[in-house]
């Protein structure tokens, strides 16, 4: 039954995610963008794992960040999946130039980029379909992020949409929480 209500909030929060209006949801990541660059985990890191946004899954669009943190000289990783073990690879990238479309037809670091292991990141960036205010995440249900933030030592933070702001989220024993979510109209902080 849990297993039927993820698929179900998944496929309902996607639907609502890709039917933004364009500029509102520019509008939105432009808001979402301006509360991260001002936390202090943020402005303090200084080897940042975030993730490139999925074109046609209209996720936060990250591209400004990155751009952000390369003008600083902030190490920047972004996440390279191997479908056969689940595992993801991060490499450091420092420009959308470092990226090339992978079989799944979104942006990954390009095979020569420098690899960076997940013990050395001090703040992870990342996406994902739904949260809920306990810091519970709904991904799309490989584990993927979830193997990895097990090997992190540091804080995670969520980039979302307002509406991907669940009361809450069904969650195994398995599933990683997030420390703080970052949306257009609030930030999160789990306690």
Not at 10 to 33: C, E, G, T, Y
Not at 38 to 60: D, S
Not at 103 to 111: A, G, I, N
Request: charged share 30%; glycine share 4%.
């Amino acid at each position: 039954m849990e297993k039927q209500d993820k698929s179900s909030l998944r496929q309902q929060l996607r639907s609502k995610r890709q039917s933004q209006n364009p500029s509102a949801k520019k509008d939105r990541d432009a808001k979402i963008v301006r509360r991260l660059s001002h936390m202090t985990v943020f402005r303090q890191a200084t080897r940042v794992l975030l993730y490139a946004p999925i074109p046609h899954e209209k996720e936060v669009d990250t591209w400004k960040i990155i751009e952000i943190l390369s003008k600083k000289g902030i190490t920047t990783a972004l996440p390279v999946t191997n479908r056969k073990d689940r595992s993801i690879t991060l490499k450091i990238i420092t420009s959308f130039d470092d990226t090339e479309l992978c079989d799944l037809k979104f942006p990954e670091p390009k095979k020569e980029c420098e690899i960076i292991a997940p013990e050395n990141i001090d703040l992870a960036i990342i996406p994902g379909i739904g949260f809920d205010k306990d810091g519970n995440r709904l991904g799309f249900g490989h584990g993927y992020y979830d193997r990895l933030l097990k090997k992190l030592h540091c804080p995670v933070v969520a980039l979302a949409y307002d509406f991907q702001i669940l009361h809450a989220i069904p969650r195994h024993e398995h599933d990683m929480q997030v420390h703080t979510i970052v949306t257009e109209k609030k930030i999160y902080t789990i306690s």
